[in-house]
């Protein structure tokens, strides 16, 4: 009697612990990678006050059902951002045991500005910046579990690879970015294969695809074993032999898979041609897959930045054709690095082409493809993504990211002038400012713009601003500078101590943006004193207009006054003003301008103080890191800067 109660004891207390690690693995809390950034906090004790207090903030959000969340603080030096996402197919108490652990793990970075852990159920995220626009960065990586499936491992790697792909076109089409499925395994007897995919809320819904697309391309080295993950800064997908959602949590993938054009005869096109290339590509396919997995090589950090991503590398005779040979009516616009044309692909998509007018020497191309290698790998959401480019031709080929609303500049100065309202031109304010922000302080080198200007900040169809030819001034080579100036960048943009003297920082970028601010604010350019000799150029104009507490009346007379709070112009007007400071030194960071944006009442950093240069005959203090030195002749060429007009 005795030895069967032990027995049933014994029964009850494996069951019980079985449970127990069915609920922690149903939980997610399975390590999959953990990073932390190699920049110490200033203050430490004010940045775990933050910290802990953004961590509270996540913690209440998701005790109250909520498997999404973002918290900021947002006081002292060493502000914190930070997002939590659980799997949706979890509970709140699942959920609020994965982020349990992660604050925990987490912790581990110590005093760094930031970090971050990843688990099957959750993703945790911390740092000095607002990153939660950001959808993929060129650390992201796959986990292959180390168990092959026992079904036939072709079949179940027709069906991993078949779920997956339609998971990448479904999920950024559905609410929250969130979808799960499960696929039979074809000639395999109650064997099927579960998937989900994810991406985080902030992004948009051609982020989230931008994501899954490479989520998807890295998790394709998996199969056939059992079970695999890809992660990325915006995304997640998995797949596993082994059912980790309820059945009942499944969704139907089929009305998020339909394309636009119903036509059964566009497959035709081709005939025996196209059915043979299809064979071909699909083998070609089959030994690539096979040659990345016998590849064994290290790979970085998810906070790391140790493997870069070659370009797509685009035929000159296929870009050529997409743009019908470069006609004018291809035409999108004109600048100082070349022409863009509009292009059709062979696959349908639209493009934007830009001609580079730069040296076509060996050394030139090699510089060109290296450079070009390391801009392909930066995404964001308010960035224009650049797609591939061309080498081998008559001219060096940039292909970005189509925008159909084209430039800002329209809206401001052009045919669209006036149609944006006060909200679509704070966004785009933000916007721009955070796609500074990431070419700044977060991309794994720092890369200045050098020529932010309305006509260079391009607007989606949501009017989502995204800056254009960021990577253009690495391009450049050492002796070569913007092709129709002596700097690289545009008259009235361009800061003074980077025009007259040649100092490059990334407050130059600063500067200009403040400049582009005042004219988003106004609706005029900052030239415009070309056209009324009589009156004030655009920065003068806005100083004094502030310093007599009458910063409304630069507002742009076509927007409606009951759209905007005059407390609120007012704070973005000083925000510009602190951008255009002569000190470089002065000018706050573009994550700095962030904060502000996003902080309400008065700032409380000091007043800005008057911009330079704002007669041309007054005597100019430039202060730059070499010297400080009074010139009218300084203020002279300034003045004649600000009065040229720039494109």
């Known amino acids: 009697m005795d030895h069967s109660k032990l027995f049933i004891l014994s029964v009850i207390a494996w069951n019980l612990s079985y449970m127990v690690r069915i609920t922690i693995a149903d939980a997610g809390i399975n390590l999959l990678n953990q990073g932390c950034s190699i920049y110490n906090v200033s203050t430490p004790s004010n940045f775990n006050s933050n910290l802990n207090a953004t961590f ?3 913690r ?7 498997l999404f969340a973002t918290a900021e603080q947002l006081s ?12 949706d197919y979890m509970s709140t108490s699942e959920c609020v045991s994965c982020f349990s652990a992660a604050s925990t793990q987490i912790r581990n970075c110590s005093a760094v500005n930031g970090g971050r852990v990843v688990y099957d159920g959750c993703f945790l995220r911390y740092e000095r910046n607002d990153f939660y ?10 986990y292959c579990g180390n ?5 036939p491992p072709t079949a ?9 792909k339609d998971l990448q076109i479904a999920t950024p089409k559905i609410t929250n970015f969130f979808a799960t499925s499960k696929r039979e395994v074809t000639g395999a007897n109650n064997v099927s294969v579960y998937a989900t995919a994810q991406c985080v809320h902030t992004i948009d819904m051609a982020g989230c695809l931008a994501c899954m697309q490479v989520a998807y391309a890295n998790i394709q080295r998996c199969p056939p074993n059992a079970d695999g993950r890809a992660i990325d800064s915006g995304c997640f997908m998995r797949y596993s032999a082994t059912p980790f959602f309820a059945d009942n949590q499944t969704l139907n993938l089929g009305p998020f898979l339909k394309t636009e054009s119903s036509s059964s005869k566009a497959p035709l096109i081709g005939g025996v041609a196209g059915g043979v290339g299809l064979i071909v590509l699909l083998i070609v396919l089959v030994v690539w897959f096979k040659v990345l997995r016998k590849k064994n090589a290290p790979r970085g950090d998810i906070l790391g930045a140790t493997e870069l991503r070659g370009p797509v590398n685009y035929s000159y005779n296929d870009l050529k054709s997409a743009t019908k040979n470069f006609t004018e009516e291809n035409k999108l616009g004109e600048g100082g690095f070349g022409d863009v044309y509009k292009g059709t692909l062979k696959n349908g998509k639209i493009v934007a082409v830009k001609k580079l007018a730069l040296s076509q020497s060996r050394r030139a191309q090699a510089d060109f493809v290296s450079e070009v290698t390391l801009i392909s790998n930066v995404h964001h959401r308010n960035l224009v993504r650049l797609l591939g480019c061309c080498s081998k031709g008559p001219e060096l080929l940039l292909v970005y990211e189509y925008m159909a609303n084209s430039s800002l500049d329209r809206f401001l100065f052009g045919n669209k002038q006036g149609s944006l309202t006060w909200k679509q031109r704070f966004e785009i304010i933000l916007g721009t400012a955070q796609g500074l922000a990431y070419l700044h302080e977060e991309f794994h080198v720092c890369i200045i713009h050098r020529d932010i200007k309305p006509n260079n900040i391009l607007l989606a169809d949501d009017f989502q601003p995204k800056i254009a030819d960021f990577g253009l001034a690495r391009l450049l080579p050492d002796n070569q500078t913007h092709l129709s100036t002596k700097f690289a960048g545009t008259m009235g943009y361009t800061a003074p101590e980077y025009a007259i003297h040649g100092q490059l920082s990334e407050k130059v970028d600063t500067y200009s943006y403040g400049i582009v601010v005042l004219e988003i604010i106004s609706g005029r350019k900052s030239s415009e004193m070309l056209v009324d000799p009589g009156s004030d150029y655009l920065l003068k104009s806005a100083w004094k207009l502030y310093a007599n507490g009458m910063h409304q009346e630069l507002v742009d007379k076509s927007l409606d006054p009951n759209e905007y709070e005059v ?3 007012k704070r973005i007007v000083e925000i510009a003003l602190m951008c255009t400071q002569s000190s470089p030194a002065l000018r706050p960071t573009m994550s ?6 996003k902080s309400k009442g008065s700032l409380q950093h000091r007043p800005p103080t008057r911009p330079p240069f704002l007669e041309p005959d007054e005597r100019v203090v430039i202060h730059d890191d070499r010297s400080t030195s009074t010139a009218s002749s300084a203020s002279n060429a300034t003045a004649s800067i600000t009065q040229v007009s720039g494109r």
């Open 592 to 597: 700095e301008v962030i904060i502000l944006l």
């Open 156 to 164: 179940f790697q027709a069906a991993v690879e078949g779920l997956l």
């Open 56 to 58: 509270r903030d996540l």
């Open 147 to 151: 168990r092959t499936t026992k079904s």
């Open 76 to 87: 002292g030096a060493d502000v914190v951002h930070a997002m939590i996402q659980c799997r």
């Open 133 to 142: 626009g950001e959808t993929t960065r060129d650390a992201n990586r796959e």
């Open 567 to 569: 407390e609120e112009v």
């Open 60 to 66: 209440t959000q998701i005790n109250g059902g909520k």
